[in-house]
């Protein structure tokens, strides 16, 4: 950090962390923007492969399954195996599986959420669930929503995949599941517990997914509000990039710093194994 203003400096490498071995990295505003891959983005994942780094990219995004997101990211000139793949409605599946095994649930949210309760054994119902999950969609529907508001009111769970309150499109913002969080908070009065990041939950689950220790992990985001304090609060080594959603000043408005600022994977250098 600078001495000057303790402000992570921009810089262009990861020359002064060489024992990191594992990456989780979010994937809007870091790898892809809408359909298109990120200057940079492909020879990163491509340089991280050859220097035998385990990596797991991870989304709030809970539309889409991980194959679904493998054909999308390959499209745009990125591959990355399925397996290399985290998103919050895996996470959400993994979480609810673990609170409550074969349990029920009122979905509002795409195939990506309703696939992964699917197959951990949950059954999609109307009628009496344990849990009202809330994950993201471009087509909310009022009828849907009243039909949570109403279960959640009748003693149903409330959880919700992430808490981002937008979404990114072609056209422009797009309103979120912390959105729809918000509204059906206002007519229940029950909060929903958000199992996307920045909940450290979400972080953990990747950790173990590719045997990773926090000590030799980096996290690397475009957003303050979510990857940032996630990473910081799970004790990894946080890389805030300038490619998505977050500018340079902006990061004067949050208590906490990334360990390093960067103006895109570009310009992460990545170590052999030695």
Same mark, same amino acid.
């Given at each position: 950090?600078?001495?000057?203003?303790?402000?992570?400096?921009?810089?262009?490498?990861?020359?002064?962390?060489?024992?990191?071995?594992?990456?989780?990295?979010?994937? /809007?505003g870091?790898?892809?923007?809408? &359909?298109?891959? !990120? $200057?940079?983005?492909?020879?990163?994942?491509?340089?991280?492969?050859? =220097?035998?780094?385990?990596?797991?990219?991870?989304?709030?995004?809970?539309?889409?399954?991980?194959?679904?997101?493998?054909?999308?990211?390959?499209?745009?000139?990125?591959?990355?195996?399925?397996?290399?793949?985290?998103?919050?409605?895996?996470a959400?599946?993994?979480?609810?599986d673990?609170?409550?095994?074969?349990?029920?649930?009122?979905?509002?949210?795409?195939?990506?959420?309703?696939?992964?309760?699917?197959?951990?054994?949950?059954?999609?119902?109307?009628?009496?669930?344990d849990?009202?999950?809330?994950?993201?969609?471009?087509?909310?529907?009022?009828?849907?929503?009243?039909?949570?508001?109403?279960?959640?009111?009748?003693?149903?769970?409330?959880?919700?995949?992430?808490? /981002?309150?937008?979404?990114?499109?072609? &056209?422009?913002? !797009? $309103?979120?599941t912390?959105?729809?969080?918000?509204?059906?908070?206002? =007519?229940?009065?029950?909060?929903?517990?958000?199992?996307?990041?920045?909940?450290?939950?979400?972080?953990?689950?990747?950790?173990?997914?590719?045997?990773?220790?926090?000590?030799?992990?980096?996290?690397?985001?475009?957003?303050?509000?979510?990857?940032?304090?996630?990473g910081?609060?799970?004790?990894?080594?946080?890389?805030?990039?300038?490619?998505?959603?977050?500018?340079?000043s902006?990061?004067?408005?949050?208590?906490?710093?990334?360990?390093?600022?960067?103006?895109?994977?570009?310009?992460?250098?990545?170590?052999?194994?030695?």
């Amino acid at each position: 950090m600078s001495p000057d203003d303790g402000r992570a400096p921009v810089g262009s490498g990861t020359d002064d962390v060489p024992d990191l071995e594992h990456y989780l990295i979010d994937m /809007d505003g870091v790898l892809v923007h809408e &359909e298109n891959a !990120l $200057p940079g983005a492909d020879e990163f994942i491509r340089r991280l492969g050859e =220097a035998g780094k385990h990596f797991l990219v991870l989304t709030n995004n809970s539309i889409y399954t991980p194959r679904d997101l493998q054909a999308r990211l390959r499209a745009s000139g990125i591959d990355i195996p399925v397996a290399n793949l985290w998103t919050s409605a895996l996470a959400t599946a993994q979480f609810l599986d673990a609170q409550r095994p074969n349990g029920t649930a009122f979905v509002v949210g795409e195939a990506g959420l309703t696939t992964a309760l699917h197959e951990v054994g949950y059954v999609l119902t109307e009628r009496s669930p344990d849990y009202v999950v809330i994950g993201e969609t471009r087509t909310y529907s009022f009828e849907a929503i009243t039909r949570a508001i109403r279960l959640i009111e009748g003693g149903a769970r409330f959880i919700c995949t992430n808490p /981002d309150a937008t979404g990114p499109s072609a &056209e422009g913002t !797009l $309103p979120a599941t912390g959105s729809v969080a918000a509204l059906i908070t206002h =007519a229940t009065r029950k909060k929903p517990y958000f199992v996307g990041k920045p909940n450290p939950l979400m972080i953990r689950a990747g950790l173990n997914t590719i045997g990773a220790h926090s000590e030799t992990t980096a996290m690397i985001g475009d957003r303050m509000d979510t990857d940032m304090v996630a990473g910081m609060e799970a004790g990894l080594h946080t890389i805030l990039v300038l490619s998505g959603v977050t500018d340079e000043s902006e990061m004067d408005r949050y208590p906490y710093r990334p360990n390093q600022v960067v103006e895109s994977v570009a310009h992460l250098s990545v170590g052999s194994r030695g």
